[in-house]
Structures are given as structure tokens and as C-alpha cells.
């Protein structure tokens, strides 16, 4: 699904290219490079040309708005960094949202939740025969 930004953010970008002598729009457009361009069923392109597949995200924190309960903001968590992506300036803004969470949320499901599970069986009790010493109830220690 290819993302879009909003024609509100796009009038902004325009409307500031005279005003600032390009320095406001060139603003917004580095503010969007870690918005997303397109969702995939096995990555998120960022507006940078970024892929970050789905397993690598590692959190996603939201910003909901207090009065109507909508999504406002979404933070991102890989290992590169996190993107912040303003859901107001994105083209359908709440639907890119809930498709970002659903995917995120079948990436959780499809990976273990601890990667090291299952321990080899070598591994699940530690060998104390080597340092019984250590576990010896009845040894002294050097401090008494």
C-alpha cells in the first residue's frame, strides 16, 4: 500500500517554498524522510528509501489525542534508530495506523517471544559438581 501525505502538509510545503527561500520546505521534506512511504507485507519503506522489515521493529508507542481518542502520533522502535511519524500529515492518516499496528502486531505472533528458548538441555541446570564448593550449605565463608 503506497502512503501519501496529506494535501495539508503539501499546501505547507508549497506555500513556505517563497516565503523562506526554500529553507521551510526543505525543513518539512527532512521532517518526512522517516515517515512511511509504503507498507508492505514484509517491510515498512520509509519516505528515505529505508526498508525496515517487521520482525526488526522492536516497540511502537502511540500518541492519542485526548478528546476524540485518535491516534496523533506513532513512535517507531528499530534497530537503526525510531521514526516519528505524524499520523495528521499522512492521507488517511487513522486507516495507515491501524495497518501499521496489525502488521506489527502478525510480525509478534509469527516470531517466539524469547529468542533463546528452547534452552539446549545442557544449558537448563547449571553443572555444580564443578563448583560444589560454591553451593555447599555447609561451608564456611572467608567473612565470619
Not at 528499530?78 to 502488521?103: C, D, F, M
Request: hydrophobic residues 45%; charged residues 20%.
Amino acid at each position: 500500500m503506497k502512503v501519501c501525505l496529506a494535501p495539508r502538509y503539501r499546501l505547507w510545503m508549497w506555500l513556505l517554498l517563497p516565503i523562506t527561500l526554500g529553507i521551510g520546505t526543505g525543513l518539512l521534506w527532512m521532517l518526512s524522510l522517516g515517515w512511511p512511504r509504503a507498507i508492505g507485507a514484509e517491510t515498512l519503506t520509509l519516505r528515505g528509501r529505508r526498508g525496515i522489515r517487521w520482525g526488526e521493529i522492536t516497540a511502537i508507542k502511540l500518541r492519542c489525542d485526548y478528546m476524540d481518542g485518535r491516534i496523533t502520533r506513532i513512535d517507531v522502535h528499530h534497530p537503526r534508530g525510531r521514526s516519528r511519524i505524524a499520523v495528521n500529515a499522512l492521507l488517511n492518516g487513522q486507516v495507515v495506523a491501524t495497518i501499521i499496528l496489525a502488521s506489527f502486531k502478525r510480525a509478534r505472533r509469527a516470531r517466539p517471544a524469547h529468542p533463546g528458548f528452547p534452552f539446549p538441555a545442557a544449558s537448563r541446570h547449571p553443572d555444580v559438581s564443578r563448583n560444589s564448593a560454591l553451593f555447599d550449605p555447609s561451608a564456611r565463608s572467608s567473612a565470619a
